[in-house]
């Protein structure tokens, strides 16, 4: 009997400790939860579409952050790996009739193989030539594909894609699940080992190299773990929208996801995710009135350049740091109105 | 305290009759990009539509007569396909419309499509020519069922207008200058629907006696098309056989005016149909002819009407967009026979229907797309003549004027 | 067809010539990645469309007044956009970025999506080697010749020349040398803009002028100053006329290929970065610790 109070309390130890503590983790955890019971409350299909595809796209801008936030290397393009993804999902479906739990893994494979490839091209690449490299990628892919139109159906794409699940609020719980594992995922990548090294690429490669560090293959990897995140998202997107075609290549797609990665803030995961939640579902609320409908692109740079101005390190860091306190001491963080570190009880200014 | 209740049941029921009326309004919803010529096209045809009908008094439906209320759908199609599927998801759900009609580019229209048949919506297509969405009505005929083809007719029969006007321009092209065989270069831009319609030039112009001294597929959006033109020159071609729906059009008028080619262009030339094409080209975009569909000549009895009234309304031509007007007449028509709103019964009276709209004589085939046929629903060949768009073919339509080759 | 490909080349490869140093020299001297380089290009456009077509100006004086509006407009957003967040490179890029959509909107909401002509200075042509070359092609090029060499001389024969090369070489001695170099930088950003700026009008009229006419311009003179060598001028001269030919030498040869034009140019790019990473002229810089 007392056993099995044993994982409900553990649970609630560590929520009491971990995530009760700070005003941010809270928020995560109640943002997690209203996202899980969200369709019981409210289950308008049009709602629903609109959440799925932040989170599709949340997936998108977090695996930017991967690779742009953490090792430095900002990628321009990084629609390439979002519309592979996308393609492959799409083309293996129409081509060998293949259910969608089998393309999109396979469509995850052919990212990642993008990504390996990408990140070797851009060894020997630096700061903005690396950046504009990355933007031609696409294009050049989508060059390609107009080359060979009966095969990729040129600039019309691939239709007739099946859905996951039928209904909208599986599809809502198969990319909003998807999205909280791949989050997960990838914020734990940027809190391990790995991820440390990623930070310190960007920082100082040279110095990370006299330590003994293979930094290229650290950086093949980053391009490689962020195209398969974005390959995820790429394969759910087509086998939503049920249409694969070149506007997953697009430049506006690759512009959208570097802002969305810098607003929200870059090398936290969080932030961009955060961000396209703010962001997106924010212009499509502006799409429903009228007065707004035709500057809703504008609202959203004038917006993004304020907080540029004003945030420059992002959006979500600038809300935490008035949120909460760094101890001097022992580096943990504090609400802000604590006096005294939780942990180590010195001084909080 | 008897009076009370009185009045307050009256009260009830006069709320209750008045909110039943306004719900009683049938809502269609007219998708489109709304920011550009597209889009307005689609609103203005549809805004005739609706004063007119509900000036009439609305449609009867079964025993009462019901207004129409139209709702503007901004899909912003041209420039992001997920706001598309986002707005007609939210026009279904949200505006709780009872039709859809309009869109333009198609890999957003294949994605919408699949949104109102989820919903088991009537669509009627105004402005997507791929083949594509009716072969999905062949594919799956219970679940495409509710999708029809307004305008335009589909590429292939695209095709068959163009030969037929091509005949007359080649016989013209022999009597004045002498020519047995006139040259004909091929100028279409790389895009999926020109694919088959390419294929099929290169086949049958040799046919109709005509060579084919080459082909060239420079991009929809190409500011530059000299260098295609001057091989073309060198080649000398008579005829530039366009097949062309992006700004590339602009640019091929004017630099073919500006280097004064003795070449005359003729085919598909989407932005010449439009108003604003003559000052886009800084006017010299003179002999650019294309196949279109509105003109103020007599292609049906209601063509000349519409045309006029949509001219002193809104200041200027429509094009093909705006035959929304058409598919909600088609609504009509559909919906009085039945007696009801219900897609399910309308689909098979449209299937049967002939439709004298104002763009064409409207028939559809088991793929719910229009049958073509000449003077019916094989649109109108213009030709710009001094900043004015004149119509030329079928010549046995009333209002036809001649065709001009440049000198 | 060499003479189709010669001329088509010269004209193409000059109009990029003039993006294309613009670019740099901004990048050269104030290390910002201007995304929005062609966004004034097109507002320079725009802005001769309003005065010629809509207010009728005469010509002499639209094109001057245009350009300094443009320029004046450029200042105005460095000095209150980009100069607060010029540490952070990124948001360097964001910001051009988000400048860029708010110029494509705010000509979108204002002169709507459709395509806009407007008249060339001269009409008429002249054969040039059997190729006829419209007359709005040869003042573009006769501008270009005379806008690269008046830059030029800017450059290396005038004090503020000898500044801006100083301060691109190393800014942080530039500044311990006495020179000022925010104001410098801001110099810089107004002659790279009105180098846009004189291209926006002198191309418009032979060109399509849209609200999204900026993005096509913007992946070419990207692909044209990363070969050439991001900071050299030489390079950026020479990227965009060996572009200009990758281009034409497409079109010709493969005359249904022609939409693949940008693809082949970019892989070009692709290609070269690959073997010599800071571009055929490009200086590597050192790493700023």
């Known amino acids: 009997m007392k056993s099995l109070l044993v994982l409900p309390r553990w649970v609630w130890a560590n929520l009491r400790s971990e995530v009760f503590v700070l005003p941010s983790r809270s928020l995560v955890l109640a943002a997690v939860l209203v996202l899980l019971v969200l369709p019981f409350a409210y289950a308008d299909p049009y709602v629903l579409r609109i959440i799925t595809m932040t989170a599709i796209f949340a997936i998108f801008a977090a695996s930017w952050d991967l690779l742009a936030g953490y090792t430095g290397q900002v990628n321009f ?66 060059g390609l594909l107009f080359a060979f139109p009966d095969f990729s159906g040129g600039e019309l794409g691939v239709s007739g894609l099946k859905r996951v699940m039928t209904g909208a609020v599986g599809n809502y719980y198969v990319a909003v699940l998807v999205m909280l594992v791949s989050c997960f995922a990838m914020w734990k990548i940027g809190d391990s080992n790995t991820g440390l090294i990623f930070h310190a690429i960007r920082e100082d490669e040279v110095a990370c190299r006299a330590s003994g560090i293979n930094t290229q293959r650290y950086k093949v990897l980053a391009f490689m773990l962020s195209a398969l995140f974005a390959g995820i998202a790429g394969a759910l997107f087509a086998h939503f929208l049920r249409v694969a075609g070149p506007s997953s290549l697009e430049v506006a797609l690759s512009f959208q996801v570097v802002i969305w990665g810098i607003f929200g803030g870059a090398a936290t995961i969080y932030g961009p995710v955060a961000a396209v939640f703010l962001l997106y579902p924010l212009t499509e609320i502006l799409a429903s009135f009228d007065l707004f409908k035709e500057v809703r692109l504008l609202i959203f740079a004038v917006i993004v350049l304020l907080v540029l101005l004003f945030m420059p390190r992002g959006l979500v860091p600038w809300v935490r740091d008035k949120a909460e306190r760094v101890c001097p001491r022992c580096k943990n963080r504090n609400v802000f109105t604590r006096h005294q570190c939780r942990l180590c009880s010195a001084e909080l200014r | 305290m008897k009076l009370n209740r009185w009045a307050t049941t009256l009260g009830a029921l006069a709320l209750l009759a008045a909110g039943s009326a306004a719900a009683q309004n049938i809502k269609i919803g007219i998708l489109g990009p709304m920011a550009f010529v597209q889009g307005e096209n689609h609103w203005a045809g549809a805004e005739m539509a609706r004063d007119e009908i509900n000036k009439a008094g609305g449609i009867q439906v079964g025993a009462s007569k019901r207004q129409i209320e139209i709702v503007k759908v901004d899909t912003n199609e041209l420039q992001s396909v997920p706001d598309a599927t986002n707005a007609i998801e939210r026009a279904i759900s949200r505006d709780k419309v009872d039709f859809l009609i309009g869109g333009f580019r198609s890999e957003a229209v294949l994605a919408m499509q699949e949104v109102a048949m989820d919903n088991k919506k009537l669509f009627l297509g105004a402005g997507a020519a791929d083949a594509k969405l009716c072969d999905n009505v062949t594919k799956d005929y219970e679940r495409y069922k509710y999708w029809f083809r307004v305008t335009p007719t589909k590429s292939a029969d695209l095709a068959r207008s163009l030969f037929a006007v091509l005949g007359s321009i080649g016989a013209q092209i022999r009597t004045d200058l002498k020519k047995e065989v006139p040259k004909v270069a091929i100028l279409s831009e790389k895009a999926a629907w020109t694919e088959a319609l390419v294929k099929a030039v290169q086949d049958t112009l040799p046919k109709m006696k005509m060579e084919v001294v080459g082909t060239w597929a420079p991009s929809p959006l190409a500011t530059d098309v000299t260098a295609e033109l001057s091989a073309i020159k060198r080649a000398n071609a008579d005829i530039v056989f366009t097949i062309v729906s992006g700004p590339m059009g602009i640019v091929l008028g004017r630099q073919m005016g500006e280097l ?30 294309t196949l279109d569909t509105f003109s103020e000549v007599e292609v049906t009895p209601k063509t000349v009407p519409f045309v006029k009234a949509f001219k002193e309304r809104f200041k200027k031509a429509p094009t093909y967009n705006a035959a929304t007007y058409d598919a909600i007449s088609i609504l009509r028509v559909a919906i009085e026979q039945a007696g009801s709103i219900d897609a399910d019964k309308l689909v098979p009276l449209i299937e049967k229907m002939e439709h004298v709209g104002s763009a064409a004589v409207a028939t559809w085939d088991k793929s719910h797309d229009l049958i073509w046929a000449v003077g019916k629903t094989s649109g109108i060949a213009v030709q710009w003549q001094d900043g004015k768009k004149v119509a030329f073919w079928p010549p046995q339509v009333k209002g036809m004027q001649p065709f001009k080759m440049p000198n | 067809m060499f003479q189709d490909i010669l001329v088509s080349g010269l004209v193409n490869g000059g109009v990029y010539a003039l993006l294309a140093i613009g670019f740099s020299l901004i990048f050269g001297v104030a290390r910002i990645v201007n995304i929005a380089h062609t966004a004034f290009y097109m507002l320079a456009s725009y802005a001769l469309y309003g005065l010629l077509v809509i207010g009728g100006m005469p010509l002499v004086l639209a094109i001057p007044l245009a350009v300094v509006a443009v320029v004046a407009l450029s200042l105005v957003c460095y000095k209150l956009v980009i100069e607060p967040v010029r540490q952070h490179e990124s948001a360097v890029l964001i910001a051009t970025i988000a400048l860029a959509l708010i110029f494509q909107e705010s000509l979108l909401v204002s002169f709507g999506g459709s395509f806009l002509g407007i008249p060339a200075a001269v009409d008429g042509f002249v054969s040039v080697l059997g190729v006829r070359v419209s007359n709005q092609r040869l003042i573009i090029l006769v501008v270009v010749a005379a806008t690269l060499a008046a830059t030029w001389f800017l450059l290396y024969r005038t004090k503020l020349g000898l500044a801006i090369r100083a301060s691109a070489n190393d800014q942080e001695i530039a500044n311990l040398m006495g020179m000022n170099v925010n104001r410098v930088a801001m110099l810089t950003v107004g002659i790279s803009v009105a180098l846009a700026a004189i291209a926006g009008v002198v191309v418009a009229p032979v060109f399509v002028v849209d609200p999204l006419m900026w993005l096509s311009p913007l992946v070419t003179m990207l692909a044209i100053v990363v070969l050439g060598g991001l900071g050299s001028l030489k390079g950026s001269l020479i990227g965009a006329f060996i572009i200009g030919y990758v281009e034409a030498i497409t079109v010709f040869a493969v005359p249904s ?3 693949l034009k940008g693809a082949v140019a970019l892989s070009i790019m692709v290609i070269v970065l690959l073997i010599r990473p800071e571009g055929l002229f490009g200086v590597v810089f050192e790493e700023e610790r």
């Open chain 2, 260 to 289: 004064q080619l003795s070449a005359v262009a003729f085919g598909i030339n989407v932005e010449a149909q439009k108003d604003g094409f003559w000052q886009a080209t800084a006017g010299k975009g003179n002999y650019v002819s």
């Open chain 3, 257 to 259: 290929g022609a939409f």
């Open chain 1, 77 to 142: 393009g990084h629609a390439l790996f979002f519309g592979v993804g996308a393609y492959t999902s799409a083309l293996l479906s129409l081509h060998f009739g293949m259910p969608p739990w089998l393309t999109i893994p396979l469509a995850v494979a052919a990212s990642v193989a993008a990504g390996a490839l990408v990140g070797v091209i851009c060894l020997r690449l630096r700061g903005s030539y690396l950046s504009l490299v990355t933007l031609a990628l696409p294009l050049i892919l989508t």
